[in-house]
C-alpha cells in the first residue's frame, strides 16, 4: 500500500533562526505520527540547522531543486550529492515556479530526477497546468506531455522512488484550490498514464500528492480522494500549526 506524504515547500523564505524554530515547534506538534511519512523542504542555507534538529523525530528533510552533475563549473548550483551529504531525502523537481521563472524545462526535470534517483533521493516530480490551459481543455495534453517528457523514459526501478506532485498552476499561492473532484480526476488520470506504462502493480505503489493552496480546511476533503495520497504544501506550511493539522487531516 501506498504512503501518504506530506511534504512543506517553504520555498524562499525563513532565515536560519526562523527555520529552527519553525522545525522545533513542528517537531512538538506531530511528534508520534507514523502513519504518514513528513517532509520539510527549507531553502539550501537551512538545511544543514533543520537537519540537525530533526535528528531523531519523524520528520524527514526536502530540498526545493537540484542539478544533475555531481560537481564542477556550475556556479550557484547545488548537486544530490551534496543535498545527500547534508541529509536530504526528498527533491521537489520541476516546480511550477522554477518551470515559470528560471525556464525549467520536462527535459531538464527528467535530467535531475535521473541523477536524484541515481544518487539516492525520493524526486517530488511537480506536474500541473496554466489556467488558460485548463479554460482551453487542454489539462490532460499538459499533464500527459509533463509526464512523458520527465518521467516517461524512467526503469521501473526508478519510477517506484519518484512521488508526483499535482499543482495546477492557477492555484499555487492563490488562495483557489481545485476541488476534491477536480483534483481526483487528474490523479486519476496520472494514475492510468503510470499504468499504462509501468504496469499495475506499480501505478498502485506510487504517491501522487496535491499541491495547491491546501489549508487546514480543505486538506481532508483533498486527502481523502481515492487517488490523492499526498499533499505539497507552500504558504500553510510556514506555520508550524497550519501544518501539523493539514498532516493530521491525512491520519
Ligand atoms: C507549492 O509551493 O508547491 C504550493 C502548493 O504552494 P501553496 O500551498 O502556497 O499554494
Given at each position: 500500500m501506498r504512503k501518504t506524504i506530506i511534504a512543506g515547500?517553504?520555498?524562499?523564505?525563513?532565515?536560519i533562526s526562523e527555520a529552527k524554530v519553525l522545525v522545533q515547534e513542528l517537531k512538538e506538534l506531530v511528534?508520534?505520527?507514523?502513519?504518514i511519512e513528513i517532509v520539510v523542504c527549507p531553502v539550501y542555507t537551512s538545511l544543514y540547522v533543520v537537519s540537525q534538529e530533526i535528528k531523531g523525530s519523524n520528520i524527514k528533510l526536502g530540498a526545493q531543486d537540484c542539478f544533475w552533475?555531481?560537481?564542477?563549473?556550475?556556479?550557484?548550483e547545488v548537486s544530490p550529492v551534496m543535498l545527500k551529504d547534508v541529509g536530504v531525502e526528498f527533491v521537489v523537481l520541476g516546480h511550477s515556479e522554477r518551470r515559470q521563472?528560471?525556464?525549467?524545462?520536462d527535459e531538464w526535470v527528467n535530467k535531475k530526477t535521473k541523477k536524484a534517483i541515481e544518487i539516492g533521493l525520493r524526486p517530488i516530480v511537480c506536474v500541473g497546468e496554466k489556467l488558460e490551459e485548463r479554460e482551453a481543455g487542454k489539462t490532460f495534453s499538459i499533464i500527459e506531455k509533463q509526464l512523458e517528457g520527465g518521467?516517461?523514459?524512467?526503469?521501473p526501478e526508478e519510477i517506484k522512488k519518484v512521488v508526483i506532485a499535482y499543482e495546477p498552476v492557477w492555484a499555487i499561492g492563490t488562495g483557489k484550490t481545485a476541488t476534491p473532484e477536480q483534483a481526483q480526476e487528474v490523479h486519476k488520470f496520472i494514475r492510468n498514464w503510470l499504468s499504462e506504462k509501468f504496469g499495475d502493480e506499480i501505478a498502485e505503489g506510487i504517491t501522487i500528492q496535491y499541491g495547491g493552496s491546501v489549508k487546514p480546511g480543505n486538506a481532508k476533503d483533498l486527502l481523502?480522494?481515492?487517488?490523492?495520497?499526498g499533499a505539497l504544501v507552500g504558504?500553510?506550511?510556514?506555520k508550524a500549526q497550519d501544518f501539523a493539522q493539514i498532516i493530521k487531516a491525512g491520519l
Open positions: 515547500n517553504w520555498k524562499m523564505n525563513k532565515l511528534s508520534g505520527i507514523t502513519e552533475e555531481e560537481s564542477g563549473a556550475y556556479t550557484g521563472y528560471f525556464c525549467e524545462t518521467l516517461g523514459n524512467l526503469s481523502s480522494q481515492k487517488d490523492i495520497d504558504g500553510a506550511s510556514l
